[in-house]
């Protein structure tokens, strides 16, 4: 009975672990974004315009300085600052997973949806942009593809 006790309760925990999407997952880094339910997407990349004088082209939709992935793989974000369709009514910081992504960098990316554009309207969970440095980081292949994107609720 003991036994079955300390089975069941290990159960549960690994339970837990998986249902609150723990970055750890049974002892590895989940790279492969295991919990939520992942959709066809294409990802794409975008850059804060220092140069236009504009304070929304340099800040999320609370007024929040833009997260760059440059910067997160430095060291020096917390998170990765995403954009997508307002009408998904996703809550403020809500985290996504893309496998791609994390395979390509090696690393969990930790992406947070903060932000939006006119031009993400209507488009759903099929698009997601993910802020970088610079213009010329915007053009690399691994923030412009085809991906699954991983809502994580």
Same mark, same amino acid.
């Given at each position: 009975l003991y036994e079955q006790k300390v089975t069941n309760m290990e159960l549960i925990f690994k339970l837990i672990v998986y249902f609150t +999407? +723990?970055?750890l997952i049974f002892g590895h880094i989940d790279l492969q974004c295991s919990c939520g339910i992942g959709y066809n %997407?294409? &990802? %794409?990349?975008?850059f804060p315009d220092?140069? %236009?004088? =504009? &304070?929304?082209? =340099?800040t999320d939709m609370k007024g929040k300085k833009l997260r760059t992935l440059q910067d997160y793989l430095d060291g020096r974000a917390d998170? =990765?600052?995403g954009a997508m369709d307002r009408h998904l009514n996703l809550t403020y910081g809500t985290s996504v997973c893309i496998p791609e992504l994390n395979q390509h960098f090696r690393r969990p990316i930790d992406i947070q949806v903060r932000d939006t554009d006119p031009e993400l309207d209507g488009l759903g969970l099929s698009r997601i942009?993910? +802020?970088v440095r610079t213009e010329a980081d915007s053009y690399d292949h691994s923030v412009n593809t085809r991906i699954r994107v991983v809502v994580q609720r």
């Open positions: +999407c +723990c970055e %997407s294409t &990802l %794409s990349a975008y220092y140069q %236009s004088g =504009v &304070l929304r082209d =340099v998170y =990765v600052t942009d993910i +802020c």
